[in-house]
């Protein structure tokens, strides 16, 4: 079973605070891919990498930043959280193969800014 | 970059009927089609999907219907269950083998009256 893993379930951060939110996952997936899922908007794509180091800008890249250091870990980081980064987010992972793309999420991080 | 638009927002059903939902979408090179579900509480999980090669695909009480022309796809749940009341989203892609991250439609609410 694939298994996608968020540090946290829930956070609660001030504003101004720099925040890590980290994902890892067990099966050796190329890509990883970090999402924000807010009421009434489904889940739209911050960033995602493809590979260790790599990076690309998603919809919603503004106030994000990521980091990829080993292929099973991938951080999401708010260099100064605001509160309209209040939001659940979930990370998630997938194969490189054009014939297989279903990507497994984790749990989500419901993250408050105050 | 590509838009998916889905409708409708909530939908309610009798149990034991048939429930649709439709989504469209705009970037014609996009040629992967995913619907995930998310239970209350849980992470979306990965339903059924269906390539641009392909007109119609079925699993059990589940169906998705594409149209390429018209660049639209369908949900179609038949027989309806108690178990099937959740957050359902499509999502389309351009799915090369790399890491293509998913544009999702903001998401049906699905509930089955008992």
């Known amino acids: 079973d694939v298994k996608v893993t968020q540090s946290s379930r829930y956070l609660v951060k001030r504003t101004g605070e720099k925040v890590f939110l980290e994902c890892v996952q067990d099966m050796d997936h190329e890509n990883m891919f970090w999402y924000r899922q807010d009421p009434g908007l489904g889940l739209r794509l911050i960033y995602f990498s493809y590979d260790v180091k790599m990076k690309e800008k998603g919809d919603i890249p503004e106030g994000y930043s990521v980091s990829r250091e080993k292929k099973e870990r991938f951080s999401l980081i708010l260099e100064s959280a605001s509160t309209n980064q209040t939001s659940m987010y979930l990370c998630a992972s997938s194969i490189w193969d054009r014939l297989n793309t279903e990507a497994f999420f984790g749990q989500g991080t419901r993250l408050t800014v105050v | 970059g590509e838009n998916v638009e889905q409708h409708p927002s909530t939908l309610s059903v009798q149990e034991g009927d048939s429930a649709v939902i439709k989504c469209t979408y705009s970037d014609s090179a996009s040629n992967y089609f995913p619907w995930y579900k998310q239970e209350l509480g849980k992470r979306p999980q990965l339903i059924i999907d269906i390539r641009s090669n392909v007109g119609e695909k079925k699993d059990q009480r589940i169906a998705v219907t594409l149209n390429k022309t018209a660049k639209h796809f369908s949900l179609h749940i038949t027989e309806t269950q108690p178990e099937d009341s959740a957050v359902y989203f499509c999502?389309?892609?351009?799915?090369?083998?790399?890491?293509?991250?998913?544009?999702f439609g903001k998401g049906t609410h699905l509930i089955i009256q008992p």
């Open positions: 999502a389309a892609t351009y799915s090369g083998g790399g890491a293509d991250g998913l544009t």
